[in-house]
């Protein structure tokens, strides 16, 4: 019997019932009432990446100990499962769970084998970028950041729902959006680049206590601090703290800061506005709308990769409603459609493409690297990266959504807390 990810499991399986493993997290564990009138225990699992329900129906076996089942637990579920077209589900039957021991646990939380060698290139990036940054003030706040909180941060997602809402998508997030902002850079060279990397870094710092998952678990605890202040507020708050300390110690009279043009208090200032004025919008959540070239930009390439993420994960949920088109998936506007594939160019061909205008290849993803005066620039290729600035509307809550306490799964609330 094969063991799959959730997410792979769900691409497998099709209309005939098949034997498969899932090693997952309970998250909750619900006693309902179906329609007749009669009771049962609705059980939602989860991993790095994905989710999946089982029903204890009252006259199955599995009804008298689905009410033992603790949430925070991990398990092995074996089962038959097949895709069910009238609904659009995945369904099981002859379900039975398995306690899993901490090597499997350990395994489990750090993802798939593919998911894991993509966060750590998206982190090797991310400290990359940081490390050949050319002002010292934006590398000495990005390191020490990463030094403090790169654990917690490392376990983040980007969002509750919609789009990166996994464990570690707040580095891959942040990644991709470096690469984008690199590239802009290029484009548009009037551009601030230690700036607007360090912005990227910093816009959704916030999230490390709005968005935090449990230390050992794929749970996302809500936290009063986050809904009292907000993301926003927390990682300007947080980033002003990073560099009060910074500014008091050794590295800042080492380094003579105080000497360094453009001055520090510009240099905080602007980097405190990329932080505030990044959804864009008052609307959206943002104190501040966009008042410089590079608050803009980071409005647009959060923006950007949030839904590039949302078409990525779409086209892996939607049902067909018929060739090429796909159901909606919110928050995006309207149904998904097929896109196009992109012109292949053969080999005896290539040759007679204008280099202006021709495909370029899937080139890897390029990180900034200084000279040893930081005054010029060249590319280093790196991992390529997958995908989300989001909404800042938070999705309503439904009817049936676990209390904090099913959420936490009795798991003490996590320990750096700067707030």
Not at 195 to 202: D, E, M, N
Request: a negative charge; one cysteine or more.
């Amino acid at each position: 019997m094969d063991l799959l990810s959730i997410r792979e499991l769900k691409s497998r399986v099709g209309p005939n019932a098949e034997s498969l493993r899932v090693h997952a997290q309970l998250e909750m564990a619900k006693e309902k009432t179906s329609r007749a009138g009669k009771p049962y225990y609705e059980l939602k699992f989860c991993d790095s990446e994905d989710s999946v329900v089982l029903r204890a129906w009252n006259d199955s076996p599995e009804f008298h100990s689905a009410s033992n089942y603790r949430a925070g637990s991990f398990f092995e579920i074996q089962a038959e499962w097949w895709h069910n077209a009238d609904f659009n589900s995945l369904d099981s039957r002859n379900w039975k769970l398995e306690a899993i021991g901490d090597e499997a646990i350990d395994a489990l939380l750090a993802g798939s084998d593919q998911l894991r060698a993509k966060q750590e290139a998206d982190y090797q990036f991310i400290v990359n970028a940081i490390d050949t940054t050319a002002d010292p003030r934006f590398k000495a706040l990005g390191q020490h950041f990463l030094e403090k909180y790169g654990t917690r941060f490392r376990r983040t997602g980007a969002a509750r729902d919609y789009h990166h809402a996994r464990r570690g998508g707040l580095v891959e997030h942040v990644a991709q959006m470096m690469r984008t902002a690199v590239q802009i850079c290029v484009a548009y060279p009037n551009l601030n680049r230690d700036l607007l990397v360090a912005g990227v870094l910093f816009h959704d710092v916030g999230k490390l206590w709005e968005n935090s998952y449990a230390a050992k678990g794929f749970t996302m605890p809500y936290l009063a601090v986050a809904d009292l202040l907000g993301h926003i507020p927390m990682g300007a708050e947080l980033v002003n703290k990073i560099w009060h300390d910074l500014l008091d110690g050794p590295i800042a009279s080492e380094q003579q800061w105080m000497t360094l043009e453009p001055s520090n208090d510009q240099v905080r200032l602007h980097l405190l506005h990329l932080i505030l004025a990044h959804h864009g919008e008052m609307a959206f959540g943002s104190p501040v709308v966009p008042k410089t070239p590079e608050a803009y930009a980071l409005h647009y390439i959060d923006n950007l990769d949030a839904k590039m993420e949302m078409f990525d994960r779409g086209y892996q949920v939607a049902g067909m409603l018929g060739k090429d088109v796909y159901e909606r998936v919110r928050p995006l506007p309207g149904r998904l459609v097929q896109p196009l594939e992109s012109f292949f160019v053969g080999e005896e061909d290539e040759s007679a493409v204008v280099d202006a205008v021709k495909v370029p290849d899937p080139a890897p993803p390029t990180v900034p690297v200084a000279d040893e005066d930081g005054a010029q620039w060249e590319s280093e290729p790196e991992v390529e990266a997958g995908t989300e600035p989001e909404n800042s509307q938070t999705p309503e809550s439904e009817s049936s959504e676990p209390s904090a306490e099913e959420l936490r799964g009795g798991e003490p609330v996590d320990d750096d807390e700067p707030f």
